[in-house]
């Protein structure tokens, strides 16, 4: 029992300290463009120039002032740390998949001459996972904590629907949809394929 209670505050701490660590770059990071005069806004993407597919990754750690990253913050250290709590290397892999998923669907529909960057779409991302991952892994607490964060975040939706207010549909809803693959990428159960035993709810 007391190993198990060390295992889980460890792995709470950890999921702690990666979220805050992320975050903290995403401050620094902006700091940084301030003080250039911009000059990362360069890193968003523009859509179906070939060139700037390098920029799929980056775009998401950047924002266009402190005022888009404050809006990102707290909903970035709320669910990101949610979703780092089943191991740190599993949210890893979750967080680049929807980056991926979110930035190539703004890098194939977004509006030309648009220029987007932002952790939106992780956010959007990372909300989609958690909604279906207990699902996938067949797990009653995720369920739960699923069926929380909806209650509580589920008006983002809204932000999946085209929009002229300037705010990237596009990203959040690839986000979204990456969100979800990533719950099944990732899945608990696929560790287990090999075996005979089906798994079960736990």
């Known amino acids: 029992m007391a190993n198990e209670s060390g295992a889980r505050t460890a792995s709470t701490m950890a999921a702690g300290k990666l979220i805050v660590g992320w975050v903290a770059l995403l401050w620094v990071l902006e700091a940084v463009d301030q003080l250039s005069g911009n000059a990362l806004d360069t890193f968003g993407i523009e859509p179906r120039r070939v ?3 390098v920029d799929v990754i980056p775009a ?38 929807i980056i991926v998923t979110s930035g190539l669907g703004v890098w194939l529909i977004a509006p030309e001459h648009s220029n987007t960057a932002g952790a939106s779409g992780l956010i959007f991302g990372l909300f989609g996972y958690l909604l279906v991952r207990g699902f996938v892994d067949r797990r009653i607490t995720d369920v739960a904590l699923g069926a929380v964060v909806a209650v509580f975040y589920g008006s983002i939706l809204w932000g999946v629907l085209p929009s002229d207010g300037g705010i990237s549909w596009q990203g959040h809803l690839f986000g979204l949809i990456g969100g979800v693959l990533a719950a099944y ?15 079960a709810w736990h």
């Open 51 to 53: 060139s700037e597919l």
């Open 60 to 97: 998401s750690f950047m924002h266009f002032g402190f005022d888009h990253l404050v809006a990102n913050t707290l909903p970035l250290l709320i669910l990101g740390f949610l979703a780092a709590l089943r191991g740190t290397a599993r949210f890893l892999s979750v967080a680049l998949i």
């Open 185 to 199: 990428v990732t899945a608990e159960n696929r560790r287990a394929a090999g075996s005979t035993e089906k798994p």
